[in-house]
């Protein structure tokens, strides 16, 4: 499998007026298409702002960034928006459900800043990926109508819709308890399992295990590369 992301000597700070504070310092790394990769670290250590990133929601003080063999280091916001439209999908702790809009137009949404599909074809995808999760039965419902575990659902559903090359989670059981966390990680396995590519952003020692390789970032670097053994993640 080729490389869908690439970062070489990444680096992030940020000026508040004479003082400058480094988010990362020369981060380099690589994830193939269909590898499930978590990126751990305590609060404050840089993982966020590395999500941010590889998302391009912000772009890097130094170093590049290859998306699919592109570089994507230096877009203009407009370039990024565009990019992130139709190759990104994101899945957040917060969920990020749009209140007035029922279940089936949150999951819609992206497709609207498209041009590929007509009105039938938009609706005919969201249908699809809620049937995947499992909230078909749901479609007509307002986020403030679920529990947390089936607004994350929707959220994951909203996150494939557009056929994305490469999903980013960050923290994505931070707000549900043990069961329907269970039931998210069991989703990313399942997507996983179906060739998706993933990087999941957490510190929760669970999560992490799930994946298939995991990346730990202390202060802004990275510290350790590894692949997570089957026995581990079975365990």
Known sequence: MSNI??????????????????????????????????????????????LS??????TPSGGQYFLSGNDVSNLSRDQRAT???????????????????????NVILPL?????????????????????????????HFPSALSGGQQQRIAIARALVNDPKLILADEPTG????????????LFDDLHQQGRTICMVTHDPRSSAC?????DIFDGKLVSDKPLPELAKSA
């Open 211 to 215: 994946a298939s390789r995991r990346i």
């Open 112 to 140: 609207t800043y498209q041009d590929k599909y007509n009105a039938k074809e938009a609706k005919e995808k969201a249908l699809s990926v809620l049937e995947q999760v499992d909230m078909l039965h749901r479609v007509k």
């Open 53 to 58: 990133i590889l998302g391009m929601l912000d």
């Open 175 to 186: 707000n549900l308890d043990s069961k329907n966390a269970d039931i998210v990680l069991q």
């Open 83 to 105: 990019v992130r439209c139709n190759h990104i999908g994101f899945v957040f702790q917060s969920f990020n459900l749009i209140s007035d809009l029922t279940i089936e137009e």
């Open 5 to 50: 992301l690439e970062l070489k000597n990444i680096s992030k700070y940020f000026q508040f007026d004479e003082m400058k504070t480094m988010a990362l310092s020369d981060i380099s790394f690589s994830v193939k298409g269909g590898e499930y990769v978590s990126i751990n670290g305590p609060s404050g250590c840089g993982k966020s702002t590395l």
